[in-house]
């Protein structure tokens, strides 16, 4: 059974940075899987942030282009959102979500497997 968990979530002001994890477990050829990050702030909808492929080919909302970074460690199951210059607009729960999926697209439904998500917030 896959599971997932983030951690590293907190509060922090504006301007600063955070690394999100998410390690997974149960996954098995954890190579052919497209990892990606979501979140959802109040009042909002889901929103795809982030998402890296088989081959580590990464894709980025235009809100977060350039400020954040998306990486996987294959040898710990683990991937990552190093978030810098956060703004009190990427204040959200950010909840990460991997599956067989080709190109990776940025689109909630295609994700069967999701963690229980973290939550940030940055102050002004």
């Known amino acids: 059974q896959v599971q997932l968990v983030e951690s590293g979530g907190g509060s922090v002001q504006s301007g600063g940075s955070m690394r999100l994890s998410c390690a997974a477990s149960g996954v098995t050829s954890y190579n052919w899987y497209c990892m990606n990050w979501f979140r959802r702030a109040p009042g909002k909808e889901r929103e795809g942030i982030a998402s890296i492929d088989t081959g580590g080919g990464t894709r980025y909302a235009e809100s977060v282009r350039g400020r954040f970074t998306i990486s996987r460690d294959s040898v710990k199951n683990t991937f990552y959102l190093q978030m810098n210059g956060l703004k009190p607009e990427d204040t959200a729960t950010y909840y990460c979500?991997?599956?067989?999926?080709?190109?990776?697209?940025?689109?909630?439904?295609?994700?069967?497997?999701w963690g229980p998500g973290t939550q940030v917030t940055v102050s002004s």
């Open positions: 979500a991997i599956d067989r999926v080709s190109s990776c697209p940025l689109y909630a439904p295609l994700y069967n497997y």
